[in-house]
């Protein structure tokens, strides 16, 4: 349980809340490169941390993010025409390039000097991963940006699938570290079967133990934390566990354990406090499925599940199109789709999850691990302005991997996970 100070410390990014200045010292995935591909295209309105910017590709295919709303009268850049490697101002016709600049002024008369003083806030981006990546931070603070863990290289094979949900961002990153959930809520797409490790094809995920009560330890990194989920495995039970091994890199990303085709990872990215865009990531591996694959193996496509907001066609209103008939066949939640389960469970919390009055059991280990983690580095960020991950030195995130396989009782995780952190170096 955490006192209503503790949650609001964990949940709020808006203005000047610790948590949401953490999360403005890294670098943010504000949107999909596939939302701002085309040059000259539609402005895109980019929601983060509580705040609203535009981001547009211009003639040149030059990417710019500047904030949303015009400096001269305040309207919106978001309809503003986006042409001759500049947007332009609907209301007067003052345009911008990416970098901020006013390079045009219609109103005003030829050759003014309001021009050449007029600046409006641009931000740094790359593009990287299958995101674009911004500082929204002060200038004066911001580090280099260095690959994800779930994209250590420029061409790693990458399938994302994104929702924007309405949940806070802390408990639906509570779902991504919550090994013992997955047992009971994906029981029907994460099925027990005889193999070697976890196994995928485009049916289901198959995993080797029957084990819906995991072990779990934890152990707090520089970077955020791992833990192991410890199951008794179909073979060798007297003798070995099956291991997954998930790490939490603070504050965005969820490396969760693999299977033998590709790594799984996850994104979770606030829009508001009551709000966040929620994305599923596979790479990497022997056989990565592309984008498409991804989401309709997932059920998330946009224009089929999901609207042109990434907004799914599953709402309270509609029960989440469950088909009660599907569970009396067998499936367990009568929802199509891992992540769509999932949001049910997140929503259903309501925008901000009561956790004063929450009853946690010896499988949440790790749900109390982030909670503790968060909080205290959200008070740490109030007194002293350190943001965790963010201090030097920097931890390498593309050397950071999650871990699962049946292992002899013998070993400790802990140097499992070393090892496969050595190897990514």
Not at 14 to 41: S, Y
Not at 119 to 125: E, L, V
Not at 180 to 205: C, F, Q, T, Y
Request: proline share 7%.
């Amino acid at each position: 349980m955490l006192t209503p100070e503790e949650n609001d410390l964990l949940c709020r990014v808006e203005n000047d809340a610790p948590m949401g200045q953490l999360m403005r010292r890294h670098w943010v995935p504000v949107c999909l490169i596939e939302e701002v591909e085309e040059p000259d295209g539609t402005p895109l309105l980019v929601e983060a941390l509580g705040r609203r910017y535009v981001a547009f590709r211009d003639s040149n295919g030059d990417l710019g993010l500047l904030d949303e709303l015009c400096p001269h009268r305040r309207a919106s850049l978001i309809y503003g025409r986006n042409e001759e490697a500049g947007l332009r101002c609907l209301y007067h016709g003052w345009k911008f390039d990416v970098k901020g600049r006013c390079v045009a002024m219609s109103s005003e008369p030829e050759g003014s000097p309001l021009q050449g003083k007029v600046r409006h806030r641009s931000y740094d981006t790359v593009e990287w991963g299958g995101f674009v990546w911004a500082w929204l931070g002060e200038a004066d603070e911001k580090y280099p940006f260095q690959p994800p863990a779930f994209a250590p290289t420029e061409d790693t094979p990458i399938a994302i699938l994104k929702v924007r949900i309405p949940a806070n961002w802390a408990q639906i990153t509570e779902g991504q570290i919550d090994s013992a959930h997955s047992s009971s809520l994906h029981s029907s797409d994460m099925v027990p079967a005889r193999v070697k490790g976890a196994a995928a094809d485009d049916k289901s995920w198959y995993r080797p133990s029957t084990d819906r009560s995991p072990r779990m330890q934890t152990q707090t990194t520089d970077y955020g934390f791992h833990y192991a989920a410890i199951r008794t495995p179909m073979k060798n039970a007297a003798t070995h566990n099956y291991l997954r091994i998930t790490e939490y890199i603070a504050p965005f990303t969820s490396l969760i354990p693999p299977n033998s085709s590709y790594n799984v990872a996850t994104v979770i990215v606030p829009i508001d406090d009551e709000t966040s865009h929620f994305h599923f990531i596979a790479w990497g591996g022997q056989d990565c499925p592309s984008t498409e694959d991804w989401r309709k193996f997932n059920h998330v496509q946009k224009g089929i599940h999901l609207d042109d907001r990434w907004v799914s066609r599953r709402q309270p209103e509609n029960r989440f199109l469950q088909d009660r008939q599907a569970m009396k066949l067998g499936n367990f939640t009568g929802v199509k789709g891992i992540p769509n389960q999932d949001i049910v469970m997140w929503v259903s919390m309501g925008p901000i999850v009561d956790r004063t009055n929450d009853i946690l059991g010896a499988s949440d280990l790790a749900i109390v691990e982030f909670r503790r983690l968060m909080v205290d580095a959200a008070r740490r960020m109030a007194e002293d302005g350190s943001a965790l991950g963010a201090t030097e030195p920097r931890p390498r995130h593309a050397a950071i991997a999650s871990r699962e396989g049946v292992f002899s009782k013998d070993l400790d995780w802990r140097t499992l996970s070393d090892a496969a952190t050595k190897a990514a170096e």
